[in-house]
């Protein structure tokens, strides 16, 4: 560089013109290897070119180039604007300019229950369990439009939706004042593939089946009618399960009915050990069913 201008091709030109050739080569060498491969055409690049006095003609053709990909928000042509980039270039770049994708507002349930059960789901804690609270809630749940895809906006799975809506279908109410009508209890069902757990006055697991009639549940023994028993559903405190921690969820093997000051009994899927709780999970099912004002859920500690 010369006291005077810049060196350039073994000539010395004044400082103005300097910058201009500069400024103008620079934005031909942007303009080339854009129209010649693919290149990101950002508001850098145009800047340049405008500054350095490219046509609007020629930087129209290198955005519309649909080899060349335009790295541009709408934010950007605010800049270009400020710039005085010529209007039909901008035009040209916001018909290439990608719309932003509209993002969902966040829903609200009507059931602010709603919004603890989600943190629960997403805090990991399995499927069952969840299941075993929603069944256990107080009121029970009737689920509007607004909670519906509030929960599907949220991933809750279809079988969490489904227990919260059966809550609402155990307890379908009556006209104000009168009680909703109990179903009637069942003439006998069966419950085959079980084993009563050893106890304080039992020295060994026994094998047999349950057997509710009307109010009655009665244990039939597998190898000693004398070791038979029964007694009054309704007078049942508690029912819960035992369950094994299993990925992705627990493995309820073990179903424990609590009699009001009263014994404890233990009944454990015989298959449990090949991984099957189809012989409790039908006990608790019946008794949810035909009996509803059982209390569900584990015993105060």
């Known amino acids: 560089m010369s006291r005077h201008g810049v060196l350039w091709k073994g000539k ?137 895809l509030y929960l599907k906006q949220n991933g809750v799975l279809e079988s969490i939706i489904g227990a919260l809506m059966a809550t609402r279908a155990g307890t379908q109410a009556a006209a104000p004042g009168i009680a909703a009508p109990a179903l009637a209890s069942p003439r006998e069902l069966v419950f085959d593939d079980l084993v009563l757990v050893k106890s304080m006055s039992l020295k060994k697991n026994r094998s047999g089946r349950l057997v509710m009639q009307g109010d009655l549940l009665a244990w039939v023994d597998g190898g000693d009618p004398k070791k038979n028993f029964e007694f009054q559903i309704p007078g049942l405190e508690k029912v819960w399960f035992t369950c094994q921690a299993r990925t992705p969820e627990n493995f309820c093997y073990q179903i424990n009915l609590q009699i009001v000051k009263g014994a404890r009994y233990q009944f454990r899927d015989v298959n449990q050990e090949s991984g099957s709780n189809a012989s409790v999970i039908k006990v608790m099912d019946a008794l949810r069913k035909y009996f509803p004002q059982i209390a569900f859920g584990p015993p105060d500690a």
Do not use: W
């Open 12 to 148: 010395v030109y004044p400082m103005k013109c300097a910058n201009v050739r500069y400024l103008l080569g620079t934005a031909l060498l942007v303009l080339a290897t854009a129209t010649a491969r693919a290149e990101e055409v950002t508001v850098n690049s145009i800047l340049i070119a405008h500054r350095a006095g490219a046509t609007a003609s020629g930087i129209i053709a290198v955005v519309s180039n649909p080899a060349n990909t335009i790295a541009m928000t709408a934010g950007d042509l605010v800049t270009l604007r400020a710039a005085q980039v010529p209007e039909t270039v901008i035009t040209a770049i916001n018909a290439r300019v990608p719309a932003p994708s509209p993002q969902p507002i966040p829903l609200q349930p009507d059931d602010p229950r709603l919004v603890d059960l989600v943190r629960l789901i997403k805090s990991g804690i399995s499927e069952s369990i969840i299941a075993e609270q929603v069944r256990q809630s107080d009121p029970a749940f009737n689920l509007s439009v607004a909670d519906l």
